[in-house]
Antibody, heavy 116, light 110 residues
Framework: QVQLVESGGGVVQPGGSLRLSCAASGFTFSDYGMHWVRQAPGKGLEWVAFDATNKFYADSVKGRFTISRDNSKNTLYLQMNSLRTEDTALYYC????????????WGQGTLVTVSS | QSALTQPASVSGSPGQSITISCTGTSSDVGVYNYVSWYQQHPGKAPKLMIYDVIYRPSGVSNRFSGSKSGNTASLTISGLQAEDEADYYCSSYTSSITVIFGGGTKLAVL
């Protein structure tokens, strides 16, 4: 079955950088678009970015975050630069297909804390 | 782009039916049938319950159903069970080529 395992979270100072990874298994990774979705502590879900043939970003992260993938490693990445305190959240990767498609499988998330 | 509007909380007794609304605009819910609903239990990842307004993924109970009228989508849960107590989020594709979520609704089964 589909398995998504995020890693790379941690504590970072404002202005710092972090790279998240999402290891995928149980499906043909290269055939599917993939999303990053985040959830601030005690708050709702926020879509962050999508990677397929093209890449798309939420306005709140555009220019600071970069989504990418390595199909040979079945891994999705999120490079986060110029981090702000408001980026503190649990970051989930989720399997989609097209940008308009539902998030049909989710990982368990990796926590990013931006704090001085 | 603002989040879709959901009630903060709803409640119902076991066996009853409840409906959660999700109001957007003519740039998202009103123009696309790409509305999904997710269930999230505390400390767990979200789970897809409804997609493309009305469709249930395999394995999701037929007590869950979706609909849409104008700029408002709705999730109805019939025959409420204790295990349905969770947070529920709607999402929609938008004309800005993004995805937006609702603020979430906490369902209490009394």
């Amino acid at each position: 079955q589909v398995q998504l395992v995020e890693s790379g979270g941690g504590v970072v100072q404002p202005g710092g950088s972090l790279r998240l990874s999402c290891a995928a298994s149980g499906f043909t990774f290269s055939d599917y678009g993939m999303h990053w979705v985040r959830q601030a502590p005690g708050k709702g879900l926020e879509w962050v970015a999508f990677d397929a043939t093209n890449k798309f970003y939420a306005d709140s992260v555009k220019g600071r975050f970069t989504i990418s993938r390595d199909n040979s490693k079945n891994t999705l990445y999120l490079q986060m630069n110029s981090l702000r305190t408001e980026d503190t959240a649990l970051y989930y990767c989720a399997k989609g297909n097209f940008l308009r498609s539902p998030f049909d499988s989710w990982g368990q998330g990796t926590l990013v804390t931006v704090s001085s | 782009q603002s989040a879709l509007t959901q009630p903060a909380s709803v409640s119902g007794s076991p066996g009853q039916s409840i409906t959660i609304s999700c109001t957007g605009t003519s740039s998202d819910v009103g123009v696309y049938n790409y509305v999904s609903w997710y269930q999230q239990h505390p400390g767990k990842a979200p789970k897809l319950m409804i997609y493309d307004v009305i469709y249930r993924p395999s394995g999701v109970s037929n007590r869950f159903s979706g609909s849409k009228s104008g700029n408002t989508a709705s999730l109805t849960i019939s025959g409420l069970q204790a295990e349905d107590e969770a947070d529920y989020y709607c999402s929609s594709y938008t004309s800005s080529i993004t995805v937006i979520f609702g603020g979430g609704t906490k369902l209490a089964v009394l």
